[in-house]
């Protein structure tokens, strides 16, 4: 099993380095593989509230302190601005996992759960897009 | 100016240690900082069609060539649902770059004009979040 993993992986890099790029793998070490984005935009109630954006902010960083995640970025809007560009949030929260049983953790993990529990009257609303490798 | 940085970095830290959450740096090696996260939700415009999701994904590929990209993700919706959760997608495009000038820069790269002049008749919709770190 091992060995026709290897294979099939080598045979993935040498159709890139030839130019033909494989749909599986495409053998560029800055390919994020085998893992679970979990990626959430946060909209305020109080969108012009200094003190509800540092209170969110406070609880993100409170959140990134859960163990399964592992990487994570607290972010605001770019200043980039076109049509198809989603301004509105005011946070976006990243967070990478090994795989989705870390993320289904995380999902119940006491610290997520109080953050839910103490946040969650700040925002209006929330989109989330978990993703994984496209196949 | 560096003494000055050193300084600042070492206070965070220490403080996050302590059990204080300082806002602007909270001190861990997981979280991502100082980079610009480009992340494109494509929808196709033939949603059931086998060969648009696939001619997309080749597309994805190619354009992961452009040299500006730190690393990228090619996923697609999870098996995860709740409410929040948006899944009429057919692929997410993860992008980080080292700052906004490199995502300038890929906006007007060969390559990716290339891309949306081969692919952009398959897609729908498409919905872009740019996100520096939040301060």
Redesign the interface.
Known sequence: MSTRREFISNTGKAMFAGGL?T?AE?G?P????N???H?V?FWLKNADSKEDR?KL??G???L?AVKT????????????N?D???RG?V??W?CLFEN?TD??SYQVDPIHLKFVEDYSHLWSK??????????
């Open positions: 790029v749909l495409n560029d800055r390919m994020i593989e893992k679970f984005i990626h935009y540092a902010l406070e993100l960083h409170k990134s995640i592992k990487n994570f970025h607290i972010g605001q809007p770019a200043d980039t076109r198809v560009i989603e949030y946070f976006s990243f989705g993320q289904a929330v989109i989330v897009y978990d993703s994984v490798d496209a196949k």
